[in-house]
C-alpha cells in the first residue's frame, strides 16, 4: 500500500517560495502509469487543485496559480516537490500531495505571514 507525507515549513513570508515535499512509500514514482498531484484547501474553502507530475516526469499546472508554480521530482529519493512562488497571505491553506487522488498524505499547513 502506497504512503505519502508532506514535509516543509509551516510559515513563510510574504513575496517568498512556498517549497514542499512529498516522500513517497510503497511504490516507485515512476513506475506505471500513476499522476502525482498537490492540491490545497484554504482555510474555510474547498480543495484546490495546484499541479501534477506523472510518472514518465510530464507536468501539468492549474492555469491561475501556473505562473507561480513548478512541480518536479527526485527519483533517487521517490520524492516530488512543490514550489510556489511570490507567496501571499491567501497561499495560506494545508497542502496535500495525492496520487492518483486515491492516495493521500495527511496533509501540511502553511501559513503565509510576516
Known amino acids: 500500500q502506497v504512503q505519502l507525507q508532506e514535509s516543509g515549513p509551516g510559515l513563510v513570508k510574504p513575496s517568498q517560495t512556498l517549497s514542499l515535499t512529498c516522500t513517497v512509500a510503497?511504490?516507485?514514482?515512476?513506475?506505471?502509469?500513476?499522476?502525482y498531484f498537490w492540491i490545497r484547501q484554504p482555510p474555510g474553502k474547498g480543495l484546490e487543485w495546484i499541479g501534477a507530475?506523472?510518472?514518465?516526469?510530464?507536468?501539468s499546472y492549474s492555469p491561475s496559480l501556473k505562473s507561480r508554480t513548478s512541480v518536479s521530482r527526485d527519483t533517487s529519493k521517490n520524492q516530488f516537490t512543490l514550489q510556489l512562488s511570490s507567496v501571499t497571505p491567501t497561499d495560506t491553506a494545508v497542502y496535500y500531495c495525492?496520487?492518483?487522488?486515491?492516495?493521500w498524505g495527511q496533509g501540511t499547513q502553511v501559513t503565509v505571514s510576516s
Open positions: 507530475i506523472q510518472n514518465s516526469g510530464s507536468t
Open positions: 510503497g511504490g516507485s514514482i515512476t513506475a506505471n502509469d500513476n499522476y
Open positions: 495525492a496520487r492518483n487522488l486515491a492516495d
